[in-house]
């Protein structure tokens, strides 16, 4: 005997999953950008990590970590950062097509945002 899941079922059951894993998620990033997450309420915050997690998404991460990770990157540059214009550098290696594994996308990513970020802060010697 086996055990068949409709589609319909499988489709709550796969909702069920992603709202799990959108509220683990979300206490995440509640506890990693607590100024941050204070200026919303549960709502806008809610919305805010369906954003990132559909964002993610659409950028081919599929794992929770891969999610997350780019989260985590959202919540550190901006939650647009991939369509807002003064990321235009993060937008180019989202979409570069050479670059297939999620992880490396992120890595590539963190270390881009890194180095903008050291070179933003480095202020010039005063001569």
């Given at each position: ?17 992603e709202s799990r894993f959108e509220a683990r998620l979300l ?22 990590v369906q954003h990132l997690v559909s964002r993610a998404r ?70």
């Open positions: 005997m086996s055990l068949q899941i409709s589609k319909a079922q499988f489709k709550h059951l796969e909702q069920a999953c206490a995440h990033l509640r506890r990693s950008f607590p100024a941050q997450m204070a200026a919303s309420d549960d709502a806008l915050s809610e919305r805010l659409h950028w081919g991460m599929v794992s929770e970590a891969d999610v997350a990770a780019y989260a985590e990157l959202a919540m550190h540059l901006h939650p647009r950062f991939d369509e807002h214009p003064d990321f235009s550098w993060a937008q180019s290696i989202l979409a570069d097509e050479f670059i297939v594994a999620p992880e490396l996308r992120l890595q590539i990513l963190n270390d881009a945002a890194a180095r903008r970020e050291t070179s933003r802060v480095r202020a010039p010697l005063a001569s």
